[in-house]
T-cell receptor, first 109, second 112 residues
Framework: LAKTTQPISMDSYEGQEVNITCSHNNIATNDYITWYQQFPSQGPRFIIQGYKTKVTNEVASLFIPADRKSSTLSLPRVSLSDTAVYYC??????????FGKGTTLSVSS | DAMVIQNPRYQVTQFGKPVTLSCSQTLNHNVMYWYQQKSSQAPKLLFHYYDKDFNNEADTPDNFQSRRPNTSFCFLDIRSPGLGDAAMYLCAIGQGPQETQYFGPGTRLLVL
């Protein structure tokens, strides 16, 4: 089981870049690193997934060092609507998502 | 269009009165999951079905059971709800190990 650790909360202002780092010291060799976003009273939503180096999509970038013991989710130019909880996830037996405590990101104007 | 549909969105039940929450999907994904999320906490996996194979988490109370009569539908049965079972219940679907999971909007359960 891949246990993840990430900051409980972060604050930012509109237009800034936000980087949220997650540690996953005992990640399995075959496990991907996955991040989800959750707004209040909604189900979590997939943001990005990667295995190594860097992955970028229209929403975020994910940076993974060579040892894969941590990862950093980068949100470029955040807006008020990016206020949410962000989860770095590990997998159990390669099938089910195990949520850590998540990082509550608060974006102010 | 919604891929994961959960009904009802809000459910009120009485202490000890059995309740069933339902989930359906439009994508025919192999895996269906049930998570419990209490206020200000992360979602906690209760169990999942990989096709017809049921996988129960070790710490899921016996009070919680699930049925998957076909690929599209999955039900969460709470046999005797207690006050501590009040939570948001999230259904999710996926195609297999480490594939993207799609979550429904959740059913918020209130136990009186």
């Amino acid at each position: 089981l891949a246990k993840t650790t990430q900051p409980i909360s972060m604050d930012s202002y509109e237009g800034q870049e936000v980087n949220i780092t997650c540690s996953h010291n005992n990640i399995a060799t075959n496990d991907y690193i996955t991040w989800y976003q959750q707004f209040p009273s909604q189900g979590p939503r997939f943001i990005i997934q990667g295995y190594k180096t860097k992955v970028t999509n229209e929403v975020a970038s994910l940076f993974i060092p060579a040892d894969r013991k941590s990862s950093t989710l980068s949100l470029p130019r955040v807006s008020l609507s990016d206020t949410a909880v962000y989860y770095c996830l590990g997998y159990q037996a390669g099938t089910a998502l195990i949520f850590g405590k998540g990082t509550t990101l608060s974006v102010s104007s | 269009d919604a891929m994961v549909i959960q009904n009802p969105r809000y459910q009120v039940t009485q202490f000890g009165k059995p309740v069933t929450l339902s989930c359906s999907q439009t994508l025919n994904h192999n895996v269906m999951y049930w998570y419990q999320q209490k206020s200000s906490q992360a979602p906690k996996l209760l169990f999942h079905y990989y096709d017809k194979d049921f996988n129960n988490e070790a710490d899921t109370p016996d009070n919680f059971q699930s049925r998957r009569p076909n690929t599209s539908f999955c039900f969460l049965d709470i046999r005797s709800p207690g006050l501590g079972d009040a939570a948001m219940y999230l259904c999710a679907i996926g195609q297999g190990p480490q594939e993207t999971q799609y979550f429904g909007p959740g059913t918020r359960l209130l136990v009186l």
